[in-house]
Structure formats: structure tokens, C-alpha cells
């Protein structure tokens, strides 16, 4: 279960959109375009502590420190990339 | 940031004193005490208030909010020593450090400091976190917090199975704030029971318990109980991240808990079979006997090393505690279960008919120790923990990435720790796990200064580390759906942990050519324990391990600190870079 390169830019919030949904869809092994981007991870099953995984990707993903809460306190893939941006910004200051 | 008056070692020095000063017929601390109190499921209240009145309670409360904690290991080895007179006290009196955790964490500093002055003069804190029908899934929690419509809160609901609801004053709450639920759904409060309105809460019946019979496990209901804004403990939405972190300072508390009963069973067992005789030789000579007693001390040794190395971790290594606390409490209570099993075994049918009967004592222990493996969450609570983190523990070994101060702190048992910072604990460790990623560094280091049996040990470690980590990177699962065979490789994770914890802390204190008889113990046994097959030359040390333990005076303890003796070469070398 590969995950999604990194290749392109992706810090934009289109960028991190497409990357979580990506992410995401191969954590629930479903196609990308079967992502609603605007509904709550949980209702897609993925509960707190899983949520944390992918914030251990996105760390990775983007080389910076998160505070997983970030998961927490952003739960859709939309709320996540605006608050992504937010926080690389502030990061690259 | 150290208890400003007196050294840590000072005052665990004087709590051991006190204790063994209290053990004497019909002293509250003798085992006949404690086991008719047992026995009538009555509350070891006279303990408790010698304890209180030694001051532990000072050592809930951090140095900035008016109490005495500032070292955390100083505490942990404080209730490891009160666990090995009897863990119902230990278990009832350090509930109050759980109940006031939360605010350490959270709250304000005015409550905090109001709740410091409330503790240190005699009032117990609990915490009441789970509910009938939902055991440790804090997320489907039904008791709920509404705002009122004139300020502050109402609360309602019940919690059960909740250690001191009736007999404490003040009762941290987990409560729903949201209706949807969710992580940031739930929110803690401080609630004052001397200040609710008659009628507007209610506790539940003790409920008899198969160990710690005389504890006070019971639950709370609340009617609509009113509660002032300022019972809220941190923000709104912040309750379960509080209680997350939290656990990791409590369960590695509890490792220390285990500890204790490990030290005492472990004694009986020695002295049992010292004193009991087949033919003219003592038991413990007998070569079957004394295997099972050299086992059970290698065993009791490496979870030494994991709760020393826990407790150091919780100044050094902050940010790793979700790992660190997950391993101490999956591994320690497992492993003194077992050896508390295996040496029941050992003086069962003697133990029945001695004199002053010392199989009561060791049964008491047994059911009393059960409970450790549960509270807090249970070792597959932590074990499914330790696997939501297996992807970043993998990441971080196979880079080598790991926290070199830290880990350096955290093993050096002699270093000063660092104060400890609440706002370093984090729900997800950033570094996955020092202790193992830095252990074919330390693998190193003993090969230049250790003997070749020993060496060889530890190169069996490390591949045997190697080798789980490359299964662990095999493991994907969708959410909810933990393989089971994910647990066989967190067990294993818990034993290269425990086993690179055993060799940091010889090599950071064993000058070249120094005792190893310890660590070949801690190794032989973690490598039994990982299916690794362990030669009869290699196994010999175990014997070593028994005629050691059994040749110890009656009445005494030797933990893993005592073996690591005074301030080594390396350690001075740490403290001096740090």
C-alpha cells in the first residue's frame, strides 16, 4: 500500500487537498474520487487515534513538526489543507 | 526544579524507615493487618493517614504549585515502596496524583495552586473517566456537561467502577460538552463535592472486587449538579487530549506499582524456599527451584529497567511518553503477573503448611496485583497504542533518528534530570522511540568494553530488533481493525525495548571489566521471552541471579538502581555535557 509521491509542489490548499484525499483513500482502500473532501474523517470510520497516523505522514510529507491535535481540531480534508497552509506559512516565516 | 529541602534519595530513604517501623505486630503496616483488613473489604485508613502525615501527599503537588514534586522518579519509587507492603494503600493513596494530574496539566495556575493547598492538607482526588456500559472507550462517555442557563455548568450521568468516588472530596470528571461526541467533544471539571446542592449527586455502592478488596472502587452519579465556570479544567474540547496525556505520566506510575509487588513476591519466594527443606538441602538449592527463583529475578531486573527508565523518561524524553508510557504499562504489570504465577507455583503446597504461612500472604499479593494490568488501561489498550504508532517507530529506527540527550538522560541514572515541562507531552511522539533507535549504538559500545558472552548477547538483541522491525513495517490495517498478530509484535516490541533500556543503563554506569552479571540475566531472558534460542552455558547466570537473591539478608530488597551503584566515568561524562 504505496503512498502518495510527493513529487509535486503541494503547498497550496488544492496541493494538500489532493494529497490528504490521496492519503486518505488508500488508508480506506477506495478510490480517490469516492473522497467527499467536505465531510468528517470520522464519519469515514477514521477515529482519534487513527486520525494521528496520517498526521505522522503529514509530517513527513511536509518535513515539519506538527501538533496532532491539528487532526483534532480540523476534522474534514478541507478544514485540514486551509489550516495546513496556515501552518507552513507560519513555519516558513 | 528538585524538592528545594531535601534530596530525593533522602526522603525515599526515610518513607522505607517509616514503613518498615510500621510493620511490626499489630502495627498498620504488618501483613496480619493488611490481610484481616483485606479480609473484611475494610479501607486501610490508618495506613493512609501515616502516609499523610510523612508528607506523601506533598509529592502529588509540583514544586510550583506549593508541593514537593519535582522529581518524578523520587515519587514513583516512593509508591514502589508502598506497593510492596500492600498495594491497596498504594493504590487508594496515590489516587489522588490521578485525580489532580488533569489540572497540573490544564488548568489554571490559580487552581492549581487552590488545589495544591486542598491536597496537601488531606483531601483526596479522584478521577472518574469510565462508565457501565462503556469500560475503556472514553469517547462513547454518556455523562454530559450542559451549559446553565445562568452561568456555569450541569452535570449528569454516572461513573463507575471509579477507585475513591465516595470517599474522596473532589472528583475530576470526564464529561460529553458536545452532543456529536468526538475528540474534541469532551471536556474535564474539577467537581467540589462539598459544594453541590444535597441531592445532586449521589455515590454507588463499593463494589467487591476479586483483589484490593479494602479499596474504595465505586462510582458517582450526577442529578443536574451545578458546577461554577471555574470547575472546568483547561478549555473547552480539551478533555480527552488532557487525559491522554495524562496516562502517560499515571502509567508509568503503575509500572512502579507492579514493581513493588514484583520486589515483595520475589522476597517471599527467596525466603521461602531458603527456609523450606527437602531432605537437608534448602529448596532454593535444587536445581529446578533455583532456575525458576533466577528467572524470576532476571525477569523482575529487566522490568526494573524499563520502569527506571520510564520514570527517567518522563523529565528526559518527554515527547516520547505516548511510547514509553504505552511499553512500562503493557510490559511491566504482564511481567510481574507472570512471575508472581510461576513462583505461586513454587511454594504453593509448602506455602499451605508453614507456620506463619506465608502462601496467605503471597495469594493476597496475587489477586491484589491483578488490577495493575487493567487500571489505566489494559495492556491491550496500550499494546493497540504502541501499533497505531508502529508506521513512525519504524520510520525512526531505520533512520537512526534519535534523541541523543534525552536518551543519554533518560539512561543515565545518576544525570540530574531536567524539570519536567506538561507542555512537552505530546499525543503522538515526534521521535518515535530513543531507547531502541539508539540501541545499536549502545550495542557498540558495550562490544569495545564487555566480555564476548556477553557481546554476543547483545548482538542477538539488536538482529532480533532488526528483524521485528521489519515486520512491523508490514503491518497496515484499516481503522478499527488492528490484526491480531500486531499484538505477538507489540509483546516483542515491549521485550527490545526493555532489553535496549537494560543495556543503555549498564553502559552509561559499567566501568570496563565491571559486574555483568545483571544485564546477561536482563538478556537472557528478554531473548528467551523473543524465541531466540538462549544455550544451558548462557542460562547459568540465572543460577547466579538465585544464589545472589537468596543469599540477601530476610527482609530486604535489591532493585536495579542498587545494582547500578554510585556515579560512573560515563555518567559524570553525560552530566557534565548536558
Given at each position: ?93 | ?41 475494610t479501607f486501610p485508613a490508618e495506613a493512609c493517614a501515616f502516609l499523610d502525615a510523612f ?435 507489540a509483546e516483542r516490541y515491549e521485550l527490545c525495548f526493555a532489553a535496549a533500556s537494560a ?76
Amino acid at each position: 500500500m504505496p503512498l502518495p509521491d510527493s513529487g509535486v509542489e503541494t503547498h497550496t490548499v488544492d496541493g494538500l487537498r489532493a494529497w490528504l484525499t490521496d492519503c486518505v483513500a488508500t488508508h480506506l482502500d477506495r478510490p480517490a474520487d469516492a473522497i467527499d473532501t467536505s465531510v468528517r474523517l470520522s464519519d469515514y470510520g477514521l477515529d482519534s487515534l487513527y486520525v494521528l497516523a496520517v498526521a505522522a505522514e503529514l509530517e513527513d510529507h511536509l518535513d515539519i513538526s506538527l501538533d496532532p491535535t491539528l487532526m483534532w481540531d480540523n476534522p474534514t480534508i478541507d478544514a485540514l489543507s486551509e489550516a495546513l497552509v496556515a501552518e507552513l506559512a507560519q513555519t516558513h516565516v | 526544579m528538585t524538592a528545594p529541602t531535601t534530596t530525593p534519595d533522602t526522603v525515599t530513604n526515610r518513607l522505607d524507615l517509616l514503613l518498615a517501623s510500621l510493620g511490626g505486630p499489630g502495627l498498620p503496616f504488618s501483613a496480619e493487618t493488611l490481610a484481616e483488613l483485606d479480609r473484611a473489604e475494610t479501607f486501610p485508613a490508618e495506613a493512609c493517614a501515616f502516609l499523610d502525615a510523612f508528607g506523601l501527599r506533598r509529592y502529588y503537588v509540583p514544586v510550583e504549585h506549593g508541593g514537593a514534586l519535582g522529581d518524578f522518579s523520587a515519587v514513583m519509587t516512593m509508591l514502589r515502596s508502598v506497593s510492596r507492603a500492600d498495594l491497596t494503600v498504594a493504590a487508594s493513596h496515590g489516587k489522588t496524583y490521578l485525580g489532580a494530574v488533569s489540572t497540573w496539566i490544564a488548568g489554571e495556575p490559580e487552581a492549581a495552586r487552590r488545589l495544591g493547598e486542598r491536597i496537601t492538607h488531606g483531601e483526596t482526588v479522584s478521577c472518574a473517566l469510565t462508565e457501565r456500559d462503556h469500560g475503556s472507550d472514553l469517547l462513547a462517555g454518556e455523562v454530559t456537561a450542559r451549559l446553565a442557563p445562568d452561568g456555569g455548568w450541569l452535570l449528569s450521568g454516572e461513573k463507575w467502577l471509579i477507585n475513591s468516588a465516595t470517599r474522596a472530596g473532589l472528583v475530576t470528571v470526564l464529561a460529553r460538552t458536545a452532543e456529536a461526541g468526538g475528540p474534541r467533544g469532551f471536556s474535564l471539571f474539577l467537581v467540589d463535592k462539598s459544594r453541590l446542592p444535597a441531592g445532586t449527586f449521589s455515590c454507588l455502592p463499593k463494589v467487591p472486587t476479586y483483589g484490593i478488596r479494602g479499596a474504595d472502587i465505586s462510582g458517582i452519579a450526577f442529578h443536574d449538579a451545578p458546577l461554577p465556570e471555574d470547575a472546568l479544567i483547561g478549555a473547552v474540547g480539551q478533555g480527552v487530549e488532557t487525559i491522554v496525556k495524562a496516562l502517560h505520566l499515571t502509567r508509568t506510575g503503575c509500572a512502579a506499582m507492579s514493581l513493588g509487588a514484583g520486589d515483595q513476591a520475589l522476597r517471599l519466594a527467596a525466603e521461602f524456599t531458603q527456609g523450606a527443606q527437602a531432605g537437608t538441602i534448602p529448596l532454593a538449592r535444587r536445581p529446578y527451584i533455583r532456575r525458576e527463583l533466577g528467572d524470576a529475578a532476571a525477569g523482575l531486573l529487566l522490568a526494573d529497567a524499563v520502569g527506571l527508565v520510564a520514570m527517567r523518561s518522563v523529565h528526559a524524553l518527554t515527547g516520547e511518553m505516548s511510547v514509553v508510557s504505552a511499553v512500562a504499562k503493557a510490559f511491566v504489570p504482564s511481567a510481574v503477573d507472570e512471575i508472581v504465577a510461576r513462583l505461586l507455583q513454587l511454594l504453593g503446597p509448602y506455602g499451605l503448611l508453614g507456620a506463619g504461612d506465608p502462601h496467605g500472604r503471597f495469594a493476597k499479593l496475587e489477586r491484589d496485583h491483578r488490577i495493575i494490568g487493567i487500571f489505566d488501561g489494559s495492556s491491550l489498550v496500550n499494546r493497540n497504542a504502541l501499533i497505531e504508532q508502529f508506521p513512525r517507530l519504524v520510520r525512526a529506527y531505520r533512520k537512526g533518528r534519535w534523541d541523543e540527550a534525552g536518551l543519554a538522560e533518560a539512561t543515565g541514572p545518576h544525570v540530574p534530570l531536567r524539570p519536567f515541562r506538561s507542555d512537552a507531552l505530546s499525543l503522538l511522539s515526534g521521535d518515535g522511540a530513543s531507547v531502541v533507535a539508539g540501541l545499536a549504538d549502545a550495542v557498540a559500545q558495550v562490544r569495545a568494553i564487555a566480555s564476548a558472552p556477553l557481546a554476543a548477547l547483545t548482538e542477538r538483541v539488536l538482529d532480533a530488533t532488526g528483524r521485528l522491525h521489519e515486520e512491523m513495517a508490514q503491518v497496515r490495517f484499516a481503522p478499527r481493525a488492528v490484526p491480531a498478530h500486531a499484538f505477538d509484535l507489540a509483546e516483542r516490541y515491549e521485550l527490545c525495548f526493555a532489553a535496549a533500556s537494560a543495556l543503555h543503563l549498564w553502559v552509561r554506569t559499567s566501568p570496563a571489566g565491571g559486574d555483568e552479571t545483571w544485564l546477561r540475566g536482563c538478556l537472557v531472558k528478554a531473548l528467551t521471552e523473543l524465541g531466540d534460542k538462549v544455550d544451558d552455558t548462557e542460562l547459568d547466570v540465572l543460577d547466579d541471579l538465585a544464589d545472589a537473591l537468596v543469599s540477601r539478608p530476610p527482609g530486604t530488597f535489591r532493585t536495579l538502581l542498587d545494582h547500578l551503584g554510585q556515579a560512573g566515568p560515563a555518567d559524570s561524562r553525560e552530566a557534565t555535557a548536558s
